[in-house]
């Protein structure tokens, strides 16, 4: 049975740190493009980052370059959100999520994840 189970949210004030793990299992993990994704409230989910260490491709989007950082490990199947500097308009559920490909994280849209976590909560206050 495929899973993902995130942990690490919570409440923050702004400026402050969080980091996210992502456990997954089921699937061969060095085979899949893990990508994170948030969902604020009234808003679409969209894209945060996605990493696949073994072809070395990574992606941020533009609003937490320089914040965020995405690694992963291996032979523990986990990956990890870093985040940093945090603002009250990075509130929003995290989700993480996985799809098998081979074409990097930027080849592949939100809708095209095949695999997905229950989600963890970040909020972020001014």
């Known amino acids: 049975e495929v899973q993902l189970v995130e942990s690490g949210g919570g409440l923050v004030q702004a400026g402050g740190s969080l980091r996210l793990s992502c456990a997954a299992s089921g699937f061969t993990f060095d085979d899949y493009y893990i990508g994170w994704f948030r969902q604020a409230p009234g808003k679409e989910r969209e894209g945060v980052s996605c990493i696949r260490e073994s072809d070395g491709s990574t992606y941020y989007d533009d609003s937490v370059k320089g914040r965020f950082t995405m690694s992963s490990d291996i032979a523990k199947s986990t990956v990890y959100l870093q985040m940093s500097s945090l603002k009250p308009e990075d509130t929003a559920v995290y989700y993480c999520?996985?799809?098998?490909?081979?074409?990097?994280?930027?080849?592949?849209?939100?809708?095209?994840?095949?695999?997905w976590g229950q989600g963890t909560q970040v909020t972020v206050s001014s």
């Open positions: 999520a996985a799809i098998r490909g081979f074409y990097g994280c930027s080849a592949y849209g939100i809708h095209e994840y095949r695999y």
